[in-house]
């Protein structure tokens, strides 16, 4: 007996979202809101030196991903786009089995890469001269929480995209 074929269209469902999903939308959601928490801080060991930072502009002293570069902002952004497209299209069979969730797992996987790029490079957001006058003024750059959260998000996006390719092969 062939199968049946419904005449009426396939349509969005919550309910038909599983928890991978979930998790790879919300991973893109957390790395796209670590955009606009500090992602590099300034600190000095030198009291006089701390305090003049305190008295900057908190821009100065603390820079948001958009401030950091190409490397900073656009691993949050794929998450996100990859997460959104996970949930929207990943409950469609056809779609699913044509490779949905090994594109999730490349595309998280490239943001990762990238987030950890931008986390080596982070120095390289300051010109030489920048560089240079930060180091004799005893002042050093450290990751901020927003770094910590984007690679978290990262993380668990690349995770849930392993586990959904394998419960694809599976099926």
Same mark, same amino acid.
């Given at each position: 007996?062939?199968?049946?074929?419904?005449?009426?269209?396939?349509?969005?469902?919550?309910?038909?979202?599983?928890?991978?999903?979930? #998790?790879?939308?919300?991973?893109?959601?957390?790395?796209?809101?670590?955009?606009?928490?500090?992602?590099?801080?300034?600190?000095?060991?030198?009291?006089?030196?701390?305090?003049?930072?305190?008295?900057?502009?908190?821009?100065?002293?603390?820079?948001?991903?958009?401030?950091?570069?190409?490397?900073?902002?656009?691993?949050?952004?794929?998450?996100?786009?990859?997460?959104?497209?996970?949930?929207?299209?990943?409950?469609?069979?056809?779609?699913? #089995?044509?490779?949905?969730?090994?594109?999730?797992? *490349?595309?998280?996987?490239?943001?990762?890469?990238?987030?950890?790029?931008?986390?080596?490079?982070?120095?390289?957001?300051?010109?030489?001269? #920048?560089?240079?006058?930060?180091?004799?003024?005893? *002042?050093?750059? $450290?990751?901020? *929480?927003?770094? $910590?959260?984007?690679?978290?998000?990262?993380?668990?996006?690349?995770?849930?995209?392993?586990?959904?390719?394998?419960?694809?092969?599976?099926?």
């Amino acid at each position: 007996m062939p199968p049946k074929v419904s005449a009426e269209p396939a349509r969005f469902s919550f309910a038909r979202v599983s928890w991978r999903e979930w #998790t790879g939308f919300g991973a893109g959601v957390l790395a796209a809101l670590a955009l606009f928490l500090p992602w590099t801080n300034l600190s000095a060991q030198d009291q006089v030196v701390e305090e003049a930072l305190r008295d900057l502009p908190s821009s100065d002293v603390a820079r948001d991903a958009w401030t950091g570069g190409f490397l900073a902002w656009c691993g949050p952004l794929l998450l996100l786009v990859a997460g959104v497209a996970v949930v929207a299209c990943g409950q469609f069979r056809k779609v699913r #089995t044509a490779g949905l969730p090994h594109l999730w797992l *490349i595309c998280a996987a490239v943001a990762l890469v990238l987030m950890l790029l931008a986390w080596f490079a982070m120095g390289r957001q300051f010109d030489e001269d #920048t560089r240079a006058l930060l180091g004799q003024g005893g *002042i050093v750059w $450290y990751a901020g *929480i927003g770094r $910590y959260l984007g690679m978290l998000g990262g993380v668990a996006s690349v995770a849930a995209a392993v586990l959904d390719v394998r419960a694809l092969r599976r099926r």
